[in-house]
């Protein structure tokens, strides 16, 4: 979280859907950053809320547009091949927590724009 807030303007807006790994100290937050928009995607999934054909109608959405093409992940680094020798890799470099990005590791006889997902919420 720190690093997002010194990365991002004054009286910026910071948004994600993922939780946080460890408490945050957030005095940097009220310093710089005017608004923080948090969203764990899944949340209504689980507790049934009233809302939730609304959060599987913009995950929808999102998943719609990264099809497209429109919203494009950013891709740090991109290792050839299934092997374990990338898999070590692949662990050391997210188990540092200092990549800003997709780590892929590219499987031969698989193009990523094939690959169609669809996550049943309802």
Do not use: W
Request: with cysteine.
């Amino acid at each position: 979280m720190r690093k997002m807030i010194e990365l991002v303007k004054p009286r910026g807006k910071i948004a994600t859907i993922v939780a946080f790994k460890d408490k945050q100290d957030l005095i940097y937050l009220k310093i710089k950053v005017s608004h923080l928009h948090m969203n764990i995607c899944t949340h209504d999934h689980y507790m049934r809320t009233e809302d939730m054909q609304r959060h599987h109608e913009l995950l929808s959405d999102i998943t719609d547009k990264i099809e497209s093409g429109k919203y494009k992940p950013t891709v740090n680094k991109v290792l050839q091949g299934l092997t374990v020798d990338n898999l070590y890799e692949a662990h050391k470099q997210l188990e540092s927590h200092s990549m800003v990005g997709k780590l892929v590791i590219q499987v031969a006889g698989i193009r990523p724009n094939r690959i169609n997902v669809k996550l049943p919420f309802i």
